[in-house]
């Protein structure tokens, strides 16, 4: 989730509760320097104890990078709303379970208001824990391969300074780029490089917190 970009920031803006688009909660305290997140206290919850906290296990990372295929046009506190119920319909997303999912799931699903009811993604999410079961049977984990694209600076850190703004986080890079086209080649989809971008930043692979943001200001 990049709240740099345009669809990623209509959480932040006032809209009408949709199917795609439930009521906001209850407005929470604004906390000065926070990247994101004021006026939600899920999402203020999700940017100071989940974005940016590294991920780990086939899992955990399936269920990133699925929501994030599944946040695409849309903005990421619509699906964080939603993360629970998709929780629920797609097994924890364990990968197994999911890639055993038929046609008959994927009417289920497309029926279902709780979940972001698009066909392609659905379909894409199904394909894709089939692609992972398929990369762990021929030896190699998604955790292995996922973690192998973080920047390596040689002494530890996920990034050289912090950004100032949001102008200057980047929507892409290079690493999000050649990940894109390495699961890509492995038969996954929804994995374009400013939707891999999102999900290496969701992960921790980058940090791309502010220098003003109380999640930074307190590791000091």
């Known amino acids: 989730m990049t709240p740099a ?29 926070r990247c994101f997140g004021d006026g939600d206290p ?6 100071d104890d989940e974005w940016g906290v590294p ?3 086939e899992a955990a990372l399936f269920e990133r990078i699925a ?4 946040q695409s046009g849309l903005s990421w506190l619509t699906v964080l709303r939603k993360r629970p119920a998709f929780r629920e319909v797609f097994a924890d997303f364990d990968p197994r379970t999911v890639a055993g999912f038929g046609e008959d799931d994927v009417t289920r699903l497309l029926a279902d208001g709780r979940i972001i009811r698009n066909r392609a ?11 992972l079961v398929a990369l762990n049977d021929a030896g190699t984990s998604l955790d292995e391969l996922f973690w192998s694209y ?3 600076r040689g002494d530890g850190s996920r990034r050289a300074s912090r950004p100032a703004t949001w102008q200057d986080v980047p929507a892409t890079s290079d690493a999000s780029t050649a990940l894109s086209k390495d699961l ?3 038969g996954f989809r929804f994995v374009g490089p400013t939707t891999m971008y999102a999900a290496m930043q969701a992960c921790g692979l980058v940090d791309d917190h502010l220098a ?9």
């Open 5 to 33: 970009s345009s669809s990623k920031t209509g959480s932040k803006t006032a809209t009408g509760a949709t199917d795609e688009n439930p009521p906001a909660a209850e407005p929470d305290e604004q906390v000065a320097g």
């Open 42 to 47: 899920l999402y203020a919850a999700y940017h």
């Open 55 to 57: 991920v780990h296990g």
């Open 67 to 70: 929501l994030e295929g599944f």
């Open 121 to 131: 993604k659905i379909e894409a999410t199904i394909g894709n824990a089939r692609a």
């Open 150 to 152: 973080a920047p390596d």
């Open 184 to 186: 890509k080649k492995r």
């Open 212 to 220: 003003t943001c109380p999640v930074v200001t307190a590791r000091a």
